[in-house]
């Protein structure tokens, strides 16, 4: 290591502030940018499974448990 | 280069090929960054002249190669859009541009910072600086007429065109250093000649540079997988990977 100690280190022979600054907002920037795209695709996913769920179950080919499949089987044939 | 274009127009050939190429280019990019910031910080000789404030250059100038080679990206695919009216190009181009403005943004927060102990200021209206803000109002006027328009294709077309002639700014950041008269030093990393610097501090500062390239691939890649999820959501395949996904 360049420095002789991790306090050394920390200080940056006085230049922490700026050192750390820029570091802190780079690696702030980049993380939050991961977990960004993480969670919009997982909430797309989400959705996306919904919606097709939903789509099937008003087109009367829901493959759910015997008595909610009649019930609003019914529900879109009166309609 | 035709074989390629005329498969970039099957979103699903995309969605299939990006899957098996973005765990390669997030993994890179973990790693050498990871490599990057231990060395830059801890490991790399201080400055002679600026001491240790120099190690800002690691996310500097990575961060400003980024913003640059990212909006030109945004144009080249831009016009891929335009000419062959490929939807894929379009895709990466919207989900490119906020990378781009966090990139130029750190390039010139890293920088003010720098500045200060450097050359005593935050901030100089001069052509390198200037130019770069210029660039941030570009990225920020690219995704803002994203979301102005309610029809897509006007959205596109006119995000593409701003994309196209605002990619003339990226010579003028390059040469400022040479046409004016700058504070900011001429350029002292190159990929092909290293005189301008030390190996040791040469070395972490290419790893860096091509950890954010990485990153910037598998965060492109990623992102515009979901952007497929959202535009192409009443497509088949794409239903059918809904009922399958967990």
């Not at chain 2, 091509?210 to 535009?231: D, K, N, P, Q, V």
Request: hydrophobic fraction near 55%.
């Amino acid at each position: 290591m360049f420095f002789d100690s991790f306090s050394e280190l920390f200080a940056m022979g006085g230049h922490a502030p700026y050192v750390w600054a820029a570091w802190g907002v780079t690696a702030a920037l980049l993380l939050g940018t991961v977990i960004h795209a993480r969670a919009e695709r997982r909430q797309l996913l989400r959705q996306l499974k919904r919606r097709v769920r939903r789509e099937s179950r008003l087109a009367g080919r829901s493959v759910g448990t015997q008595p909610i499949q009649t019930s609003r089987g019914g529900g879109t044939n009166e309609a | 280069m035709w074989a390629l274009i005329n498969k970039l127009r099957s979103p699903k050939w995309f969605y299939g090929i990006s899957a098996r190429l973005q765990p390669w280019f997030w993994t890179a990019a973990l790693i050498l960054i990871a490599i990057g910031t231990v060395w830059g910080l801890a490991f790399a000789p201080a400055d002679y002249q600026q001491g240790n404030s120099f190690r800002i250059i690691y996310v500097h100038v990575p961060a400003a190669f980024l913003a640059q080679s990212i909006f030109v990206s945004m144009a080249i695919s831009a016009v891929v859009f335009m000419v062959w009216k490929i939807k894929i190009c379009d895709m990466a181009a919207a989900m490119m541009a906020p990378l781009g403005a966090a990139m130029t943004f750190i390039a010139l927060f890293s920088g003010a910072v720098w500045g200060m102990p450097t050359w005593g200021t935050w901030w100089m209206w001069d052509a390198r600086l200037t130019s770069m803000l210029i660039l941030l109002f570009l990225y920020l006027g690219v995704i803002a007429l994203r979301g102005a328009f309610t029809s897509r294709d006007s959205a596109s077309r006119a995000a593409s065109v701003l994309a196209m002639v605002g990619v003339i700014n990226i010579p003028i950041i390059k040469y400022s250093v040479d046409w004016w008269y700058t504070l900011h030093q001429p350029a002292t990393f190159t990929i092909t000649g290293r005189a301008a610097m030390p190996l040791e501090m040469w070395l972490p500062l290419l790893i860096m540079v091509l950890g954010f390239y990485s990153f910037f691939i598998a965060l492109t890649l990623t992102r515009t997988r979901s952007e497929i999820l959202r535009r192409e959501a009443n497509k088949r395949w794409v239903r059918e990977l809904a009922e399958e996904a967990p």
